[in-house]
């Protein structure tokens, strides 16, 4: 034991490369691309330390190309599941008992190992799996991912530091202890980082997880564990168990041992999560740790003050990089007529010129959409604004799923406010547009507010300060990462701490201080130096 109070470097955020001609990155980038599609591979469990194969297995393809296959992985079901949950109660206590400065070591290893020779390889498998340009890639799969690992490093030791003040002759201590049992990650297909950040952010305090990675990401997902195995992560501590939902989170869930949940993805399996938890809870040795984000339904609203060209470039970006699929997307946007034609006209011309295809051709500017289910929740929106009465196309509005699940960007123009459009989440590249009257601000705020359940990100336009003040006020609620002059999109660790409340999720915030502390558990600790040795009190005398 080290007797020493330890600093852990004060985190910067991960430099954004730029992956420009005749830069050495995008050379690097290219020829990894090309080796790892030539290659296909074949992904087993990870259990205790040890590659576990069920021969339960699945095909990996890409999303903009059918007939590119990149491996197989195999499938975790409930003996593997039962498998994984001893493999962590075991690997818990000496993890939990490793000094805390050596548990860290080995996450800002992985954060060095990421931004070095693993760049690379997990940016590659991040476009050809999910579908990312280089861009989209190198700010999730790389940026995110290092700064969560060094800025959670960070964020624990200042948690830590908080102690209680003590009386004399006394001393107060808080100790932050691991939660007892297993934490259950479950990570979405559209982010590397966030795959990367749900199982890591409980074990660097002591925890240990259960990963389940989306069965359309599991490509990525597995060099990330690699990459953690690399950089010393012990046996035991998080183990990847890809599989179907039923097949690993029923027994997952139904574990006496669960000690908590970690989760991204879709509301509706969000909640019937909790559900699950709650009747179970009468098995369970301790009320389980529930940390969700989910869906969103974002939005983009403009004053008659904002600037024009601003504001296309945010729909634009904000709407449609990374094809929608990202749960802070702009997908419903209000503009006051005074700006329209102007906004129009601009956005009409700019959304022209994008190009849509595979991402290893660096001059695309969006990709495929993530898989077959995906493409038909999707166009299943276009095609009903297609049949009403009350929308119309202002971009795009066709698909094609002959060779990739292509989607072009599509703009939807509606006369009601509650169009169903303006209301559901669609996860792709669909923004639906409401144009208002300008006296009717105060009424489209307040539309706004109520017409979608949920509440994740949301931003507002304008030069004029009194209305953005107005503005703010009126959508206070909204949003849990609310913008101004900005798209909704692009939260850096560090600096926008993520996460929406409403039906989007519990806003612990990842990234931050308040999302380590729901895997603590502190202890109080007082030590009297000089205990009493009578049991009376000055009261009880009489004169």
């Known amino acids: 034991m080290s007797n020493a109070y330890f600093k852990v470097p004060y985190p910067d955020n991960e430099p954004i490369l730029s992956y420009g001609p005749g830069t050495p990155e995008k050379d690097i980038l290219k020829a990894t691309l090309e080796a790892m599609a030539a290659q296909e591979i074949e992904i087993p469990l990870i259990i205790g330390g040890k590659e576990v194969r069920t021969g339960n297995t699945a095909d990996i393809t890409a999303p903009h190309d059918h007939s590119l296959k990149l491996g197989t992985y195999h499938k975790a079901g409930e003996k593997e599941v039962q498998m994984a949950i001893k493999a962590a109660v075991e690997a818990q206590k000496e993890w939990a008992a490793m000094p805390w400065e050596h548990r860290v070591s080995i996450f800002l290893k992985a954060a060095e190992l990421l931004a070095g020779p693993w760049r690379a390889t997990v940016n590659a498998a991040t476009m050809l799996g999910q579908s990312k340009t280089a861009y989209q890639a190198e700010i999730d799969s790389a940026c995110e991912l290092i700064d969560f690992w060094r800025f959670n490093s960070f964020y624990m030791t200042e948690l830590m530091s908080e102690q209680p003040d003590s009386a004399p002759g006394m001393w107060n201590r808080l100790e932050y202890r691991a939660l007892e049992g297993f934490i259950f990650a479950v990570t979405p297909f559209n982010f590397s980082s966030i795959a990367g950040n749900l199982p890591t952010a409980p074990a660097m305090v002591g925890c240990v997880s259960l990963w389940k990675p989306a069965s359309s990401a599991v490509y990525s997902a597995y060099f990330l564990m690699k990459l953690l195995e690399e950089a010393g992560l012990p046996a035991g501590v998080v183990n990847f168990v890809p599989g179907s939902g039923a097949q690993v989170g029923n027994p997952a869930m139904a574990s006496p041992d669960l000690a908590g949940i970690h989760f991204t993805g879709s509301t509706q399996v969000f909640q019937d999560m909790w559900k699950t938890v709650g009747n179970n809870l009468s098995k369970m040795k301790y009320y389980p740790r529930i940390v969700g984000e989910t869906g969103g339904k974002d939005f983009i609203f403009a004053h008659n003050s904002a600037d024009v060209d601003a504001l296309i470039v945010a729909a634009l970006r904000g709407a449609f990089e990374y094809q929608g699929q990202k749960c802070s997307a702009?997908?419903?946007?209000?503009?006051?007529?005074?700006?329209?034609?102007?906004?129009?006209?601009?956005?009409?011309?700019?959304?022209?010129?994008?190009?849509?295809?595979?991402?290893?051709?660096?001059?695309?500017?969006?990709?495929?959409?993530?898989?077959?289910?995906?493409?038909?929740?999707?166009?299943?929106?276009?095609?009903?604004?297609?049949?009403?009465?009350?929308?119309?196309?202002?971009?795009?509005?066709?698909?094609?799923?002959?060779?990739?699940?292509?989607?072009?960007?599509?703009?939807?123009?509606?006369?009601?406010?509650?169009?169903?459009?303006?209301?559901?989440?669609?996860?792709?590249?669909?923004?639906?547009?409401?144009?208002?009257?300008?006296?009717?601000?105060?009424?489209?705020?307040?539309?706004?507010?109520?017409?979608?359940?949920?509440?994740?990100?949301?931003?507002?336009?304008?030069?004029?300060?009194?209305?953005?003040?107005?503005?703010?006020?009126?959508?206070?609620?909204?949003?849990?990462?609310?913008?101004?002059?900005?798209?909704?999109?692009?939260?850096?660790?560090?600096?926008?701490?993520?996460?929406?409340?409403?039906?989007?999720?519990?806003?612990?915030?990842?990234?931050?201080?308040?999302?380590?502390?729901?895997?603590?558990?502190?202890?109080?600790?007082?030590?009297?130096?000089?205990?009493?040795?009578?049991?009376?009190?000055?009261?009880?005398?009489?004169?």
Request: proline content about 6%.
């Open 330 to 543: 702009a997908s419903r946007m209000y503009i006051p007529k005074s700006i329209w034609p102007e906004f129009k006209e601009g956005f009409v011309q700019e959304v022209s010129q994008i190009k849509m295809g595979d991402p290893r051709d660096f001059s695309n500017f969006i990709g495929a959409v993530i898989d077959k289910g995906a493409f038909k929740s999707i166009t299943s929106y276009i095609d009903y604004a297609r049949e009403a009465k009350d929308a119309e196309f202002l971009t795009g509005g066709n698909y094609d799923d002959s060779r990739g699940w292509f989607i072009e960007p599509t703009t939807i123009v509606t006369t009601n406010p509650t169009f169903k459009t303006m209301q559901e989440e669609i996860f792709g590249p669909v923004l639906t547009i409401f144009v208002y009257e300008d006296e009717d601000l105060d009424h489209t705020l307040a539309l706004c507010d109520t017409t979608s359940p949920y509440a994740l990100t949301g931003a507002i336009f304008g030069q004029d300060r009194k209305a953005l003040v107005k503005m703010a006020d009126a959508l206070r609620n909204t949003a849990g990462n609310f913008y101004i002059n900005d798209k909704p999109t692009g939260a850096v660790v560090g600096q926008q701490p993520f996460g929406g409340g409403r039906a989007s999720g519990t806003n612990d915030k990842a990234g931050s201080a308040m999302n380590l502390l729901r895997w603590m558990s502190a202890r109080t600790i007082k030590e009297t130096f000089v205990p009493p040795k009578g049991w009376g009190y000055p009261h009880m005398e009489e004169s």
